[in-house]
């Protein structure tokens, strides 16, 4: 008599809590292991628990509804990015890790004397390809000062995040990399700071442009802030920051589409 037991004799409610302690890409592989194990592997008591624990309001803070059959296809679906709270953020859930990911537009953020024409512009062009309504392109100005935040209930928790500025350089950007910029995360008493460079060319340190769909050169560009970590002691909030200050030379042609909040895989 072989000694190994058929998962299949188990009751499936036992196999069913069992899988719920696994990840989303554990338990799609293991659906492929035996028609039994595909019907619970499926099943919406499984996938409620990869789901947020918020899931029902973070639904009702979508700015398009969300049609789904089953907690599977809603998990999937909210991989993708959403807008949320008016169109001033997206949501998404990491699809790796089913923790979940927010991008804080640059309209909900504190961006020193953006409400002045003469130093900030909101523009709306398609030709940006900002996943927002409004982007804020830096005309001139000598004091930079962008500011995000974010309440710790909101994210997931147990977590360590890292935060980035989105960022593109129009044509005309000059003065942005004569001098070092100050990035900043804080969390209640924890603060994480370090010096970056704005830089249009490729390659440069500490910034990744991303990869577009079309190929196209003229992507957005991340720059890491930090990071922090989202334990389950209560709520806090973060806050993030690039500033230059000190230099007092003007700078422009800096386009912030907002700052991205995501897990470290």
């Not at 640059?106 to 996943?131: D, T, V």
């Amino acid at each position: 008599m072989s000694s190994s037991m058929n998962i299949d004799l188990l009751p499936q409610d036992c196999i069913a809590h069992v899988l719920s302690f696994a990840s989303a890409r554990e338990a799609c592989r293991l659906s492929t292991v035996s028609e039994m194990m595909h019907l619970i592997a499926d099943s919406d008591v499984v996938w409620e628990k990869f789901l947020p624990f918020d899931c029902k309001e973070i639904l009702l803070r979508l700015d398009s509804s969300v049609v789904y059959d089953t907690k599977k296809d809603l998990y999937f679906k909210l991989c993708c990015p959403h807008l949320i709270d008016g169109g001033k953020k997206i949501f998404y859930i990491d699809k790796e890790t089913g923790k979940k990911c927010y991008i804080l537009g640059a309209r909900e953020l504190q961006i020193q004397w953006s409400n002045n024409p003469l130093y900030w512009s909101w523009n709306r062009q398609p030709f940006l390809k900002s996943r927002f309504e409004e982007v804020a392109e830096l005309r001139t100005i000598w004091w930079l000062e962008i500011k995000g935040s974010i309440n710790t209930k909101f994210l997931s928790s147990k977590t360590l995040y890292f935060a980035y500025l989105l960022v593109k350089f129009a044509d005309r950007a000059y003065g942005l990399n004569t001098h070092p910029s100050q990035a900043s995360v804080q969390l209640n008493t924890v603060i994480s700071k370090r010096k970056v460079y704005l830089h249009k060319e490729k390659g440069y340190k500490d910034q990744v442009f991303i990869d577009g769909d079309d190929g196209d050169d003229d992507n957005w560009v991340e720059i890491k802030l930090g990071e922090f970590y989202v334990n389950d002691s209560g709520e806090g909030v973060v806050e993030m920051c690039l500033k230059e200050v000190e230099s007092q030379h003007l700078r422009g042609g800096l386009v912030v589409e907002g700052i991205q909040l995501r897990p470290n895989l």
